[in-house]
Antibody
Framework: QVQLVESGGGVVQPGRSLRLSCAAS????????MHWVRQAPGKGLEWVAG????????YYGDAVQGRFTISRDNSKKTLHVQMSNLRAEDTAIYYC??????????????WGQGTLVTVSS | QSALTQPASVSGSPGQSITISCTGT?????????VSWYQQHPGNAPKLVIY???NRPSGVSNRFSGSKSGNRASLTISGLQAEDEAEYYC??????????FGTGTKVTVL
């Protein structure tokens, strides 16, 4: 069955960097787009970034544009997000999510359980 | 990109129907039929319940239905059950090739 397992979360100081990973299994990873979605404590969902199945196209939310970089390694079935210049407002649970199809704008049909990132001095 | 607008809360008695609205702009909901709805129970990851405005993924109850008119989308839950009590979020693709989520709606079963 489809599984997405995030890792790499933790406590980090403002201005520092952190890299999250998402290990995928149970489907052909190289055939689907992937996304990161976050949720601040007690708040709603916020789309962070998305990447095309072959990595040729990447898109970012306004709040992270220029600070976060999404990438993927199809040979290892792994999705990453490199987060730089972290701010307190980046504190959230970060979920990786699979796009349901190759169509642009496809919904997210499988989600991981998330990894918590806390930005605090 | 501003979040799509949803009511903060909606409630109903078991067996009743409720509708959650999701209001966007011509740059998101109004431009695409890529509106999706997610259900999230406390402590859990979101679950897709409606995609492409009105389609239900396999395994999702047919009590969930969706629609769209102009810049506004709606999710209707009929025959409300205790298990439907959760937070619901809409989302849409945008003309900037990004996604935007709604503000979220807490559904309470009275």
């Amino acid at each position: 069955q489809v599984q997405l397992v995030e890792s790499g979360g933790g406590v980090v100081q403002p201005g520092r960097s952190l890299r999250l990973s998402c290990a995928a299994s149970g489907f052909i990873f190289s055939n689907t787009g992937m996304h990161w979605v976050r949720q601040a404590p007690g708040k709603g969902l916020e789309w962070v970034a998305g990447i095309w199945n072959d990595g040729t196209e990447k898109y970012y939310g306004d709040a992270v544009q220029g600070r976060f970089t999404i990438s993927r390694d199809n040979s290892k079935k792994t999705l990453h997000v490199q987060m730089s210049n972290l701010r307190a407002e980046d504190t959230a649970i970060y979920y990786c999510a699979r796009a349901r199809s190759m169509v642009r704008g496809a919904p997210f049909d499988y989600w991981g359980q998330g990894t918590l990132v806390t930005v605090s001095s | 990109q501003s979040a799509l607008t949803q009511p903060a809360s909606v409630s109903g008695s078991p067996g009743q129907s409720i509708t959650i609205s999701c209001t966007g702009t011509s740059g998101d909901i109004g431009s695409y039929n890529s509106v999706s709805w997610y259900q999230q129970h406390p402590g859990n990851a979101p679950k897709l319940v409606i995609y492409e405005v009105k389609n239900r993924p396999s395994g999702v109850s047919n009590r969930f239905s969706g629609s769209k008119s102009g810049n506004r989308a709606s999710l209707t839950i009929s025959g409300l059950q205790a298990e439907d009590e959760a937070e619901y979020y809409c989302t849409s693709h945008t003309t900037r090739r990004t996604y935007v989520f709604g503000t979220g709606t807490k559904v309470t079963v009275l």
